[in-house]
């Protein structure tokens, strides 16, 4: 499986939004711990003493047991720290040449640090976790079965080339390469020296993007790369909801989009009474009948379409009371022969 290929849906000039490569090192893991024990630890704790000895007294009594509860909150914050920090360590080992500047000096100069760290580990856990299974399960499910269909009856050395643009921490990649395909993962972080960069025109027999197309600040663009890179009859299947939330994907987006909804929340309100709120993209939004039809006359013949394959959390705390879905949208359309 290929990794990280800058822009490998792009022709010339850049197609998806770009940032420059951060290093999460061990001052950014810190900041998370210090943030989370700070707003979710150190003021519930507080609140406790607070109380007089008999509620705290009552309180600390099963099935209650609230100060244990706070400390396994701690604990938590703390084994999240300690696993993010081994995930650094061994990364920094094999990217060295790219978290360093011309003078081989660590870049550590991120906005919203712990805001990275948090987000991450809320991939790791939809991505990789037995509790994620629930989130990802339908949608791998749909797409490696969408895949199996249209290639049938090929041979094993007609190995079909597969695109997956926004690939995140690469669990759709994994699932597809361990069905047989071969596999690039893309992302949108620039790493590679664009001289070198070798043509992508009709290079993939399919692109598969999951909750990914409503990050466009034009959708259009995304399809005009997928058309370029997609062999003729090469096929596009997608499934996600349509949120169009480009700017607050993640914490690249003011600490909006991937991270809790707290965290989020803080986001919007200070966006909204500032100067920022004017900075915001202009961006061009489609309902799912619309987005079908602008794949047809751009010359993609829509062979599935089904609005609603089901419903699916992102990063949903399944032991939670609320429980906040998605509508999937689903649909295969091919190029065009």
Not at 150 to 167: C, D, M, N, S
Not at 207 to 230: G, S
Not at 240 to 245: A, F, I, M, T
Request: glycine share 6%.
């Amino acid at each position: 499986m290929t990794v990280f290929k800058n822009n490998t849906m792009a022709k010339p000039g850049p197609v998806f939004s770009e940032i420059s490569f951060k290093h999460v090192s061990e001052k950014e893991i810190r900041a998370y711990r210090t943030s989370n024990e700070e707003e979710f630890v150190s003021p519930r704790l507080r609140h406790f003493l607070s109380l007089p000895p008999d509620p705290q007294e009552a309180l600390c009594q099963q099935p209650i047991s609230c100060v244990e509860n706070i400390k396994r909150v701690g604990a938590a914050v703390y084994e999240n720290s300690r696993l993010a920090l081994s995930i650094a360590d061994y990364g920094s080992g094999l990217l060295s040449c790219l978290t360093t500047d011309k003078g081989g000096r660590p870049h550590t100069n991120i906005e919203n640090e712990d805001a990275i760290v948090r987000s991450t580990l809320r991939q790791l856990y939809r991505d990789f976790s037995q509790d994620g299974s629930q989130e990802r399960g339908l949608c791998h499910k749909t797409i490696i079965q969408d895949l199996a269909r249209v290639f049938a009856g090929r041979t094993v050395e007609e190995r079909q080339r597969i695109l997956v643009p926004g690939a995140g921490l690469l669990r759709l990649p994994l699932s597809l390469q361990l069905a047989g395909y071969e596999v690039e993962a893309n992302e949108h972080e620039r790493l590679y020296c664009r001289i070198l960069k070798p043509s992508y025109n009709n290079a993939f027999d399919a692109v598969t993007t999951l909750f990914f197309i409503d990050t466009a600040r034009n959708l259009l663009d995304y399809i005009t790369a997928v058309n370029h890179c997609l062999k003729p009859g090469g096929i596009w299947i997608n499934i996600g909801p349509l949120l169009w939330n480009c700017y607050e994907n993640g914490p690249a987006g003011r600490q909006e989009g991937d991270v809790d909804d707290d965290l989020s929340c803080k986001a919007r309100h200070r966006l909204d009474s500032s100067d920022l709120k004017d900075s915001r993209p202009q961006m061009l939004e489609f309902s799912n009948d619309e987005v079908l039809c602008v794949l047809e006359y751009f010359g993609f013949v829509v062979e599935v379409q089904n609005p609603d394959i089901g419903r699916a959390g992102f990063i949903a705390n399944p032991r939670g009371m609320l429980q906040n879905t998605y509508q999937l949208s689903h649909w295969v359309a091919r190029k065009e022969l």
